[in-house]
């Protein structure tokens, strides 16, 4: 991948905001277990940092995925992986299907407004029941008159509590399980959503995760995002950028470990040196860092590819779990060399090692990038 001045100028703003803006911050964000979305993506937005792939025409920056992920890159350098998956949320996640397939008058009332940071939002497909076996959501949305009155519960759903409006997947009909959804914009203060106490997590702890109940809630059938039925496509369509979002928040943060992890291996000191001086020590960080950049290549090159209309389907899927398994064998490996410390609750390994651990679950799991995988190697036919 070939960067421009302006891929360089970006990374170069984004950087300086999670200096300035997010990473001072970080500390109080965990302890608190929330950050305040609203105020920080209102600063994003003011910065087009919340619209840089969306339509001009709703405030957007108009340029291609590749920009997108260079923030992405750098949001690898928040000091907790809570916020920049909030952050990912609202850009790579929620608004997607919205800006692509979201009708003029439903992106200048909620599309505008996520771009100016003036809204949070959510994408609410998972459930108690299905997680990464999309197919399987049981949530209905049912036609009456003009609206569609939506039952059901969401869980594990991400910015929920700080929500303005969720981007839903639910069943509008009685087709097979892959024709029968639809995506429809959700605003939370609609009479009969509700949320449960945020959830208390292993990692991620800065951001705030909630269960949300949809009793007889009613919106207008104009909520709906493009066809009704084609939910379940628009959704697999989201996942890609979404899984190679994942893919490149990865490597600087596992880059900054590593890197902690010289600086306190230097100078933590055993049986009369330093650990750093044993030879396994220096070539284990230099092979985890061999394997990051290779992490790095093959995401960009999956980028390169989708920005040129390629299917990257099998790219961006390998990517998903090389990140996945690498963030919890990075965090993992550079905490065995912190001893005692590295097992302390508020040591940055600590932190990168509960964070992690969720790289493998969320936005497909392993066994589902390796089901995907399969089939596309001819092996799995079911």
Not at 120 to 127: K, L, Q
Not at 134 to 150: F, L, P, Q
Not at 283 to 306: F, G, I, M
Request: include cysteine.
């Amino acid at each position: 991948m070939l960067f421009t001045d302006e891929h360089n100028e970006l990374r170069r703003t984004v950087a300086r905001f999670v200096e300035d803006e997010i990473n001072p911050h970080v500390d109080e964000w965990e302890k608190d277990g929330i950050f305040p979305a609203h105020e920080l993506f209102k600063k994003m937005g003011n910065l087009g940092l919340l619209g840089i792939s969306k339509p001009e025409a709703y405030g957007g920056l108009g340029l291609d995925y590749s920009y997108e992920m260079v923030m992405a890159e750098e949001l690898g350098g928040i000091n907790c992986g809570g916020v920049p998956m909030g952050i990912s949320v609202q850009t790579n996640m929620a608004t997607p299907a919205l800006a692509r397939f979201g009708s003029p008058e439903l992106c200048a009332e909620f599309l505008a407004p996520a771009i100016a940071g003036d809204m949070v939002c959510s994408i609410a497909v998972s459930e108690p029941h299905a997680g990464s076996d999309v197919a399987a959501i049981k949530t209905n949305a049912v036609k009456d008159g003009d609206d569609y009155v939506i039952n059901g519960t969401k869980m594990w759903i991400t910015n929920s509590t700080q929500a303005d409006f969720l981007c839903l997947l639910a069943n509008t009909g009685d087709a097979p399980a892959h024709k029968n959804k639809s995506l429809i914009v959700v605003p939370t203060k609609t009479r009969g959503v509700s949320f449960s106490e945020p959830l208390n997590k292993l990692g991620m702890r800065s951001s705030d995760t909630a269960q949300i109940f949809l009793d007889n809630v009613r919106v207008p059938q104009r909520h709906l995002i493009g066809r009704e039925g084609d939910g379940f496509r628009m959704q697999m369509m989201q996942f890609q950028e979404e899984r190679l979002c994942a893919a490149m928040l990865g490597p600087k943060g596992m880059e900054k470990t590593i890197k902690a992890t010289i600086d306190y291996t230097r100078e933590r000191q055993i049986f009369g040196g330093s650990v750093l001086d044993n030879q396994v020590v220096q070539y284990r960080l230099a092979e985890l860092s061999t394997e990051v950049e290779a992490l790095r290549a093959l995401t960009w090159a999956a980028v390169e590819q989708y920005i040129n209309g390629i299917d990257v389907l099998r790219l961006a899927s390998m990517a998903k779990l090389k990140a996945g398994r690498l963030a919890r064998e990075v965090s993992d490996s550079c905490l065995q060399y912190w001893g005692g410390m590295g097992f302390m609750w508020d040591s940055p390994v600590a932190r990168s090692y509960r964070d992690s651990r969720l790289s493998s679950i969320g936005g497909g799991s392993d066994e589902t990038m390796l089901r995907i995988l399969t089939r596309l190697m001819g092996m799995d036919k079911k």
